[in-house]
C-alpha cells in the first residue's frame, strides 16, 4: 500500500511557542490531506481538508488562525500549531489520498505535549 | 454538517463468537469505508463499499452498505485475539471523509 510519513512522531513544546508538523506521501501524488486530531479511546476528529495549491478547508469550530496548513505541493502538507497552550496538546494524524473518492491512507501521528 | 454515528463504542467478545458494529449517516454518502487501529498504532485501510446494497466479505469480516447509503455494517465472525482493535467506519460524502466514533473490540480467550 501507499506509505504516508509523519514527522515528528511526538513532540514537547512550551506554552506560546509553535510547532510543525510535517505529512508527506512518499510513493504517490496526494491531491487532497487530511489533518485530525484524536483525544485518548475517542475518535478522529477532523480539523481541515487541504488540496495542492489551494487554502484548506477547515471544520467548523477549528481555527484557522490557530492552526495553519499550507500544502504546497502535491507530496507535502504541514500543520503548524501557533501559540500552542496545554488544551492543544493532543494526537494529530495526517492522511492522504490518490484521488477523490478512494481509500485514505494515514500517517503516523504525532503526539503533542504543550507544557 | 455531515455526522457519522457508530455503535456500539464498546465490545468485549468471547473469543470465537461473532459481533457486528453498525454504523449510521445523517446525510447520504457517496462510498463508506472501514478501518482497523490498533493499540498505539494509526488506522488501516480495510475496505471501501461504493454501491448500494453492496456486501463484501474479507475471510471472516463481512461488510454491508444499506440500500439509502446511510448506514453500514461490520459483522466478524469466530473472533479471535488478532482481532483486537478499533475498528472505525468512514463516511464519504463530497470531498470529507468523517470518521464514526469507533467500535473498542477486546476478546477474552
Known amino acids: 500500500g501507499a506509505v504516508v510519513s509523519q514527522h515528528p512522531s511526538w513532540v514537547i513544546c512550551k506554552s506560546g511557542t509553535s510547532v510543525k508538523i510535517e505529512c508527506r506521501s512518499l510513493?504517490?501524488?496526494?491531491?487532497?490531506m487530511f489533518w485530525y486530531r484524536q483525544f485518548p479511546k475517542q475518535s478522529l476528529m477532523l480539523m481541515a481538508t487541504s488540496n495542492e495549491g489551494s487554502k484548506a478547508t477547515y471544520e467548523q469550530g477549528v481555527e484557522k488562525d490557530k492552526f495553519l496548513i499550507n500544502h504546497a505541493s502535491l507530496t507535502l502538507s504541514t500543520l503548524t500549531v501557533t501559540s500552542a497552550h496545554p488544551e492543544d496538546s493532543s494526537f494529530y494524524i495526517c492522511?492522504?489520498?490518490?484521488?477523490?473518492?478512494?481509500?485514505?491512507?494515514f500517517g503516523q501521528g504525532t503526539r503533542l505535549t504543550v507544557v | 454538517g455531515q455526522q457519522v454515528m457508530q455503535i456500539p463504542q464498546y465490545q468485549h467478545v468471547q473469543e470465537g463468537e461473532d459481533f457486528t458494529t453498525y454504523c449510521n449517516s445523517s446525510?447520504?454518502?457517496?462510498?463508506i469505508q472501514w478501518y482497523k487501529q490498533r493499540p498505539g498504532g494509526h488506522p488501516v485501510f480495510l475496505i471501501q463499499?461504493?454501491?448500494?446494497?453492496e456486501v463484501k466479505k474479507q475471510k471472516r469480516l463481512t461488510f454491508q452498505f444499506g440500500e439509502a447509503k446511510k448506514n453500514s455494517s461490520l459483522h466478524i465472525t469466530a473472533t479471535q485475539t488478532t482481532d483486537v482493535g478499533t475498528y472505525f467506519c468512514a463516511g464519504r460524502s463530497d470531498y470529507k471523509l468523517s470518521f464514526g466514533a469507533g467500535t473498542t473490540v477486546t476478546v477474552r480467550a
Open positions: 463499499l461504493v454501491k448500494s446494497g
Open positions: 446525510t447520504t454518502l457517496s462510498n
Open positions: 492522511s492522504a489520498t490518490r484521488r477523490r473518492n478512494t481509500e485514505a491512507f
Open positions: 510513493d504517490f501524488q496526494a491531491t487532497t
